[in-house]
Every structure is written in C-alpha cells, then in structure tokens.
C-alpha cells in the first residue's frame, strides 16, 4: 500500500504535463474561491441594503393615517 501511495504521491514529477495541469488547476480554484467571496460579499450588502428598505418603507406606511 506505501508503494501505491508513494507512486501517487510522485506521478507529478514523473509527467511534466500533469504539473502543469495541476498548477493550472489550483490556480484555476483560487480564482473561483475569491469570486466567490467577492459575491457572498457582495450579497452579505445587498441584503442589508434591502431589509433597510424594507424596514424603513414597513415604518413610513405605519405613520401614514388609515
């Protein structure tokens, strides 16, 4: 079983082609991990943006006579 994991664990440096897919690859995932950051940053405002204005349009309609 070491073997096979040692194997595994080298195929990298055995094939120069799946290095560079792999760097590309992990790359690829830090992009995608930081645009999703960026948008769950971007949705955390948008929502707070939107249930101030609900809060303050719920709050203008109360004051208003019946």
């Keep these: 079983m070491a073997k096979a994991l040692i194997g595994h664990l080298n195929s990298d440096l055995r094939d120069p082609r799946l290095a560079v ?6 790359n690829r995932v830090a992009e995608l991990e930081s645009l999703v950051l960026r948008l769950s940053e971007e949705n955390d405002k948008l929502m707070a943006a939107r249930a101030a204005e609900i809060l303050t349009s719920d709050s203008a309609q109360e004051m208003q006579p019946a």
């Design 21 to 26: 897919e792999n760097a590309r690859l992990r």
